[in-house]
């Protein structure tokens, strides 16, 4: 996958799907969305309802199902596949890949065969046992994003300019700050989303990683009380910009040329790195992901309750919740501070 330079290209382009002969598979040419191998991901549709069957899966799982089981197949592997082979398969990569990697490759590969109408290898004992061992053997603390705190954030943007592009990274960074998007949802705003009201703006989100089926959940952003207002800044962006309608954030060919083309969500990655960096922290464990990590720590440290916070970031139970706050509730109520 190629990068765009700036850090501020468009989204990558799609990988080609996999494509696999029928031959000698059971209920070949029945035309039902789980003919092909794989055809939740291979998209090979010939009916309404094979087309709905695709959209049970997100665009985003299925671009990583298809890379996953490419990866099964030229290492040796095959629809239908024993435990013993799969199991086979996860032992030749336990020194080469994350366990999380492991894990999703398992799941595709029951996809793949329950696509298919087939029972699933992935729960079979020995696949199982080998899982476990090699989480034994290599199992270490998952690797965690560093939350932006609120402090570092004011920070970033005191240093901010009035450039097009210092427009557009001050009010992507609030609002996906306040919003705590995912970099996805933050990229995947339009203009028709926003909702102005007299205490701040409503962002209605059609899609989310929680909300397959599209239900929507709506996102209450207040004015701010200091000077960094999340909504003052989007306002600010819209009119240097002259958006109105489309995306929300676009990438710009330079600090003062807008390409009007949706950034990517790598880009939003990149800008928090860059930010970072330029406040004097080493910017290696953030991403993205710090924004919305960072206003949930932020939140816990200022003693706002889960369920408040909860409601702003979505997250469904406090069990989903406590590796964002883990950071920040550290210190709340430490029993070390009333002894010494």
């Not at 040419?29 to 709905?52: D, K, N, P, Q």
């Not at 695709?54 to 024993?82: C, V």
């Not at 992901?289 to 706002?304: K, N, P």
Request: aromatic share 4%.
């Amino acid at each position: 996958m190629s990068k765009d330079p700036s850090g501020d290209g468009a989204l990558p382009s799609d990988n080609n799907p996999l494509s696999r002969s029928n031959e000698g598979r059971p209920d070949q040419g029945r035309g039902s969305a789980y003919v092909c191998t794989c055809s939740l991901i291979e998209f090979e549709y010939a009916s309404l309802a094979e087309e709905y069957a695709k959209q049970a899966l997100s665009e985003n799982t299925r671009r990583a199902y298809r890379t996953d089981l490419e990866h099964f197949m030229e290492w040796g592997g095959a629809i239908p596949s024993s435990p013993e082979q799969v199991a086979d398969y996860l032992a030749a990569h336990a020194e080469t890949h994350s366990i999380a990697t492991l894990t999703r490759r398992l799941a595709a590969i029951s996809v793949a065969h329950r696509a298919q109408g087939l029972e699933s290898p992935t729960r079979d004992l020995p696949v199982q046992l080998t899982l476990r061992g090699i989480k034994r053997a290599r199992g270490r603390p998952q690797r965690r994003v560093r939350p932006l705190l609120i402090e570092d954030l004011r920070s970033i943007l005191d240093r901010l300019g009035d450039s097009l592009i210092d427009h557009r990274d001050a009010a992507l960074l609030l609002v996906g700050f306040a919003g705590a998007f995912r970099r996805s949802e933050l990229v995947g705003i339009d203009i028709e989303q926003l909702r102005m009201v007299r205490e701040g703006i409503i962002i209605t989100l059609a899609h989310s990683k929680t909300d397959q089926i599209g239900e929507g959940r709506e996102i209450a952003i207040p004015y701010a009380r200091g000077k960094h207002c999340p909504i003052k800044s989007l306002e600010a962006w819209m009119q240097v910009s002259c958006i109105q309608t489309g995306p929300l954030f676009r990438a710009t060919a330079s600090s003062t040329q807008i390409n009007h083309a949706r950034p990517s969500a790598e880009a939003v990655a990149l800008t928090v790195k860059r930010h970072v960096a330029s406040i004097g922290l080493d910017p290696t464990d953030d991403s993205g992901h710090s924004l919305r990590s960072g206003f949930a720590t932020s939140a816990a440290a200022a003693g706002v309750s889960s369920w408040n916070i909860r409601r702003q970031t979505g997250h469904q139970s406090d069990a989903m919740l406590t590796r964002y706050i883990r950071a920040g509730g550290l210190f709340v109520d430490n029993p070390v501070g009333a002894i010494l």
